[in-house]
Each structure stands twice: as C-alpha cells, then as structure tokens.
DNA sequence: CGAACGTTTGATCACGATCAAAATAGGTGG
DNA sequence: CCACCTATTTTGATCGTGATCAAACGTTCG
C-alpha cells in the first residue's frame, strides 16, 4: 500500500509527498530517482546477512538522499515521520559531463553531507557511557529539526534511535529522563522538545561525568 | 620531521614514500592534493573538541584519500605503516567539467569506497559483543590486505583497532586471543595473520554465541 | 644498554543488556 | 465517542560483559 501523492510537476522534478513509515527505496535497487527532502525526517537502513537490521543515520529537510555514487543503492531509505519531498530522475544527474557548474557544486555538497552523517554516527558510538552518546546525538540531530521558537519537532521514535546508537530501548529511555532531570532538556509531549542548556547538553556529550544533583 | 621522498614526476602525479607515524594531512587544512594509496595502510583520524582522539577507518592499497568533496579536509590522514603513494594535485579535479567521463567515473568509486570505510565503521560498532566486533572489523579488513599466500600483512596496531571499535587495548588483546584459541585465526608473529577459518569468522561476526570448547 | 611504547594477563567493579511487567499512546472499527 | 488492539514508552530487577587499574613482559628505537 503505497499512500505517496504527486502534487506538483516541474521539468523532471516531482513534489511528493509520504506517511511515516513509507519505504522511499531498498539496498540493491537500482538508482532510478534522487530524493530532495522537504519536510520530515528519513531514516536510512542498513541489513546485514541475517536480517540484522541497523539505522544508520537520520536525513532532515535539505538533504539529498539517494546520490547515483553507484549504480545500486547502498542502504534503504524508510520515512521515520510524515514527508514532503522532491523526487529528480537520476538520469540527469547520472550523465556527469552535461552538469552546470553550479549544479556539480551542489553536488559535492550533497556528497559531503552524506558522508558527513555516516562519520558522525561512527563519532557518537565512540563516545563512552550511554549518556554522552545520546547528547552527542541531540547536539548533532537538534540543529536540523524544525520547530517554532524553541519548541522542536522531535519526530523520531525511541526504538529508532536505540537502533542508531546501538544500545537498548531501555537506556535510551532512561538516558532521556537523565537529561531532563537535570534540566538539559524538556520533552512537553513524545515528539516535542526544548532545549533548555545548550551548553551542559555539549559538556554532558564529550563526557563529563558531572553528577550534580 | 619529514620522511617523505619524492621518488618519480608525472604530469602532476608524484610518488612518494611515507614512514609509519608520518601525517599526511590534517582536517581544517585546504585539500591540496589527492592521495592514491599504493602500498601500506593509512588511519583517519578525527578529533573532537576535547581533544578527543578516535580512528574513522583505515585506508588500503587502491583507496583515495583527501578527495576535495569540500574545501578543507574534514578529517585527518596518518600513515600506520611505511606508504608508498601517489600524490596528485587537487586543482585538476576540482574543476569538475573538465574531467573525462571515465575520470568522472574513477572519481565517484572513490567518493562511494570513502563513504564505504565510514559507514561501515558504524556496522561495525552496532554489532553486540566485543568478540562479533573483532570478527566484524576481520572480515572487513583483511580482504584489503596484502600477503604472499594465506599470510597476510597485518600491519595495524592493536591500539589503533581499539581506537577504531571504541573498546580498550586490553578487550582487543582478548578478543584476538578468543579469535586464535578457536583456530579462527593464528598469528606466527605480531604483524602477520593467517585466517583458518573464513566461515566461522563470519558466524562469529553476525553474533553467533557458538561457545564451543 | 636503557627508555618508551605496545602487548599480555589478572583482578575488581560499574554500566548497560536483558527479562518482566505496567503504563501510555496510537489506530481502527463499531 | 468509546472500546479494543497494538506498538511504544516507562520502570524495576538481576546479571554478564567489558572498562579500569595494576603490573609484567616483549619490542623497537635512540
């Protein structure tokens, strides 16, 4: 059951729309179109030889998702929250000699961004102690999320970020409530937060063990 | 202290020879050249603001480093071995519309094995079990690895592994030790390996808790 | 030869995985 | 709108694994 929606048509480029939970493509697939994201957050999986599954990062409106760095797709994309996105067919992106420059600057950009994501879940597994990994991951995820003010649309699911950060639902949960009892973090309903102490949130995430009451 | 020894000129391309230890770029400093590793193994480094020292991945004969996704290198090259590489200047592939098509194609293989190494840096450490981790990085690493036969050149130090898995010196040693007393792997002297047994290796690193004596 | 570093082994202990179960939220249909 | 079912989140308890400290051993280099 697919619930996507064409809404609007624009030489090659399609706005579309899905529901969480929507699978956008699969590992293995050939690379058909590029996904320009909108609105919303993308989860990207990785499935490894025994049904082993892993989140592997999490996109965020203005990434690109889906790059033709091969002719397959290396990972699975999933819709970790309602989407709005904008599909461009590979072809024109594939035929690297026919690229204005400024489209082959935005390019290496979407590139580096992608990378960078991958990098940054490898820097955030480093970091010792369950605390400091889920800090480094709201210092890395909270600039991306969109909100009024400083109240953010917090979109992803627990179980999903247990899966990023390779630790059980259960610490993650508990890692949450740590941060709100010392006042880092506010979450007034399940996919809302506010950030309350910016500061301590980076201290707590290069692993200060300050344990003040 | 500079090693490094020009040894042939090429249109740009020279090769050169790196010691153990040496640093071949640091991350924030303009991308001047693009290295293709030849011989040897480079670690990438990253570090974070506390002076945080993590390995991202190690690079192999046939691998590009440095490539000028972005203006400045976003992380750091050391050699962990004696290199023999070549070094080519960055300028003629940044300006992206004069490559050859089948430059164009080298360059995105290069792009996809760099994202490669770093996403699978996270697989990796999402695995559970120090042991399945060890197995994991094995299976990863040692297809890159050079050898006469089944022995292989394992050039990279256990401190460096352990920097790499996010786990201590001392659970690398035992893990190698639980790797060797299965007859999985042996090791005749520090830096050579020879793999016994591929398919447990395998089992071992999709987590199998197969505690046979 | 001595110094510095990397590896090995043993000991203890804290952290986080795991199991179990209740509470909350979300979704669907009557 | 409420009842029902499912999935997610929350909390408590126990237990195993890997971090950490400490010390011996081996290697490499000046």
Known sequence: MFYSNTVLKDHGAIVRSARAGETLFVQGEPCANLFELRRGIVRVIEF??????????????????????????????????????????????????????????RFLAAVC????????????????????????????????????????????????????????????CRSLRQLREMRIIAMPRKDRMILQDRELLMLVAEGSHCQQS
Do not use: N
């Open 48 to 105: 490894t030889a025994e049904g082993d599954r892993q989140i592997m990062g999490f996109f965020f409106p203005g990434d690109f998702l889906g790059l033709p760095l091969a002719k397959h797709h290396r990972f699975s994309a999933e819709a970790a929250s309602d989407l709005l996105y904008v599909s461009h067919c590979s072809l024109s992106w594939l035929s690297g000699l026919v690229r204005s420059r400024e489209d082959e600057e």
């Open 113 to 172: 961004q992608e990378e960078r994501t991958f990098m940054q879940r490898g820097l955030i597994m480093g970091r010792v102690g369950a605390l400091a990994r889920m800090a480094a991951f709201l210092v890395d995820v909270i600039p991306h999320l969109s909100g009024t003010d400083d109240v953010l649309d917090f979109a992803i699911s627990q179980t999903d970020i247990a899966s990023y950060l390779a630790t059980s639902p259960e610490t993650v």
